[in-house]
């Protein structure tokens, strides 16, 4: 499996984007696809997630009520909408797949880069 990040871009504070990320190759075996950003200077943290099959999601508590992660299966495609966005969701997001039977992700899209200006 390979993943594919897209959607990121400038936008000012208030505003939204949505980020994209299409999984190429067998997906049948997922688990949970998770958005991770990393800002610069900072360590990589975890923004949200969704199971696969189940749909089940879970937030950071930051951004609760601003974002909203998806999936569409037929397309192998998970969606982050961010909507109301701060300065502070600036940096690069990853997707990320952990599929059944590991026990961690274990694979990671390219980043793409989001910057919300003030």
């Known amino acids: 499996v390979q993943l594919q990040a897209s959607g990121g871009g400038l936008v000012q504070a208030g505003g939204s984007l949505r980020l994209s990320c299409t999984a190429s190759g067998s997906a049948f075996n997922m688990l949970r696809m998770g958005w991770f950003s990393q800002a610069p200077g900072k360590e990589r943290e975890f923004v949200a997630a969704?199971?696969?099959?189940?749909?089940?999601?879970d937030y950071a508590d930051s951004v609760k009520g601003r974002f909203t992660i998806s999936r569409d299966s037929d397309k192998n495609t998970s969606y982050l909408q961010m909507s109301s966005l701060k300065p502070d969701d600036s940096g690069i997001y990853y997707c990320?797949?952990?599929?059944?039977?590991?026990?961690?992700?274990?694979?990671w899209g390219q980043g793409t880069l989001v910057t919300v200006s003030s």
């Open positions: 969704i199971g696969w099959g189940s749909g089940f999601t």
């Open positions: 990320a797949a952990w599929r059944a039977g590991r026990s961690r992700y274990e694979i």
